[in-house]
């Protein structure tokens, strides 16, 4: 069999159980990285535990509530204990809200969803990255979205904390750069999860840039924004 472009790699990855997070899972157990995989819904994720261990990847599986600070970090510690490192951390997991303006939505609809987009994602980079700096070298890749760099009526808190990611992205990568450990940004385009009620594209077929950002093919990228449909273009990668 051949190897695999991540042979070797331990990879983390949020919101795991079910739509992109799933998807990235299985690619990154293709191409031989070993997981560490979490959400908050065990049976979800006792499916994914499956379909990654039929892809021969060795995986730990835990629920975690990534805007919980403990959860948090027994998820983080547990994956160190298993595999010793981390290379790879996708701060996939997030939620939406009803679409309504920025002003009906209620404290706890805003609250709810910059404590798993923003807040969660920099608790997990707060607990994965001072490893990749002791490691000299590792790859934060964050879930974003379009919204994150435009507007859209009625998607305000969602947005707002995708602009945040994006603020997170940039001020992580200038931090840690020195040490060689690299945060891009990718927004996936509209893609066929339980978020969008299942209307777009399918999951497997925007795994491409999460595998090349994971991989030593894109060593020394890094503080930028990538989408999934003009990445190759965007870096002026010739289409295979
Ligand atoms: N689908 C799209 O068109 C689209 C477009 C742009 C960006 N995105 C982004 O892509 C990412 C993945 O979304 P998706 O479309 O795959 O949606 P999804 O099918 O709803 O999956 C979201 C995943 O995140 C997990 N999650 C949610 N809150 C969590 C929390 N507090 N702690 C841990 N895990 C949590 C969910 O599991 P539990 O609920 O069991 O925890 C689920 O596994 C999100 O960041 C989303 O904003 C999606």
Redo the contacts with the bound molecule.
Sequence with gaps: MAQGVLQGKVALI????????RAVALAYAREGASLAL????KK?LAATRKAVAELGAAALVQT????REKDVERFVGRALEKFGRIDVLVN?????HRTAPLVELSPEEWDGVLA??LR?AWLVARAVVPHLVKQQGGSVIN???WLGRDALTGYGAYGVSKWGLEGLTRYLALEVKRAGVRVNSV?????A????SYR?AK?ETVVDLFVYLASDASAGLTGQQLDVETWKRDLGIRRR
Excluded at 92 to 96: P, R
């Design positions: 949020t919101g795991a159980g079910r739509g992109i997070g979490c959400s908050r819904t979800e975690c509530d990534v805007s996939n997991a997030g939620l939406a798993t987009n969660g879930v974003s979205s927004s996936p385009g509209y893609v999860t339980k978020m969008t777009g999951p």
